[in-house]
């Protein structure tokens, strides 16, 4: 095997912004094998410069739309743009939808722009692991910002909050009651809430809405310290509010390093990163070949009432650090 002089100028040309040797790479490290791992080892002092952006809202909220739009003002400055775009539903297209396909064709051609969709059918940690993963990547390869899209489904709203450095909660108007359709907690993850489709008659009572709402969560503006989360409109069809949007986005930006709150927010990605990291680890060893059948029967003895699942998962942690032990 002579995979190691491979794995060294695989990452030296992710280093260099080779697109194919990114495309290549994200796949080994979705896949979790030995050549991915290997490789982020080398990138990893090369990654933590990239302004990791969120962006979540309901489907069909115009989301993909507005990255497009953001991605085309970025370009205009000569920033290299990434997108990690999650999918929730379709593992068949492979995450991406026609929508997605149709924007990665328009940025075929430009190298400094770098789409990918991701299907989230993993459980427990996989999301929060993959996307990670695939954001250190193009870091490592100079991709600034990175931006991270996923449908808002309750659990993905706040999990995408712990994974970005900068949370766009996209709002659209015209979906029946407006503010009411937010979750309880939504509204507290959007560093930025922005109104999608404000050429819709609806947007203005939607965004009047969200600053009302804003005020009873957070308290009057002048009164609250820190970053007061803005809400900005836009419309893809028009532009109208992209460039206020781009604007807020680099505020947000400054004002993290200027406050401190960077390195909070730093530490905070990290630790989402390691304890996803972890939990998959473990369920790999209980689930590995040699435990296969323990962990068959801790669910026969949870079905038949004999256990519960809590004492079923200590007896397994418990035998993982014996075997540890003696090994
Ligand atoms: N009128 C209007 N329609 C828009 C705007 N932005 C997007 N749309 C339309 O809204 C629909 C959904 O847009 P997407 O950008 O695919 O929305 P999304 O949030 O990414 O959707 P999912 O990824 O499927 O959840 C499309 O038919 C768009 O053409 C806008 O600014 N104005
Ligand atoms: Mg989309």
């Not at 991915?36 to 933590?48: F, M, S, V």
């Not at 993959?130 to 990175?146: E, H, K, R, W």
């Not at 600053?211 to 803005?230: I, K, N, V």
Request: aromatic share 4%.
């Amino acid at each position: 095997m002579t995979d190691g002089p491979k794995q060294s100028s695989l990452s030296s040309r992710v280093l260099e912004g080779d697109v194919q040797a990114i495309a290549r790479l994200l796949t080994r490290v979705e896949n979790d094998d030995e050549v991915g791992r290997a490789a982020l080892e080398i990138l990893l002092p090369h990654t933590g410069s990239a302004h990791l952006i969120g962006v979540t809202g309901p489907p069909g909220g115009g989301k993909s739309t507005l990255v497009n739009e953001l991605i085309r003002s970025w370009r205009a400055d000569g920033k290299r743009v990434a997108v990690i775009a999650i999918d929730p539903s379709s593992p068949l297209t492979g995450g991406a939808t026609l929508g997605d396909r149709i924007r990665m064709m328009e940025w075929h051609a430009d190298p400094g722009v770098f789409i990918r969709s991701m299907a989230s059918r993993r459980f427990g940690g996989g999301l929060a692991q993959n996307t990670l993963a695939a954001a250190m990547v193009f870091d490592a390869a100079g991709f600034d910002p990175v931006v991270i899209e996923t449908v808002g489904s309750g659990q993905d709203e706040v999990a995408i909050a712990e994974l970005a450095l900068t949370t766009l909660l996209v709002q659209v108007p015209g979906m029946g009651d407006s503010v009411q359709t937010l979750k309880a907690g939504a509204l507290e993850i959007g560093d930025i809430v922005v109104v999608t489709k404000a050429d819709r008659p609806e947007a203005n009572d939607l965004s009047r809405d969200l600053r009302r709402l804003q005020t009873l969560t957070f308290g009057e503006p002048e009164s609250a310290a820190g970053w007061q989360p803005p809400v900005i409109r836009t419309s893809s069809l028009t532009r109208e509010g992209i460039p206020d949007l781009v604007a807020a986005i680099g505020d947000h930006r400054r004002w993290l390093t200027e406050s401190g709150e960077l390195d909070v927010r730093l530490r905070r990605i990290a630790a989402t990163q390691l304890a996803a990291r972890v939990q998959s680890d473990l369920m790999d060893e209980l689930t590995s070949p040699i435990r296969h059948s323990l962990f068959a029967t801790m669910v026969d003895e949870i079905l038949a009432k004999a256990i519960t699942p809590q004492r079923a998962s200590q007896l397994l942690l418990a035998l993982i650090s014996h075997e540890e032990r003696r090994s």
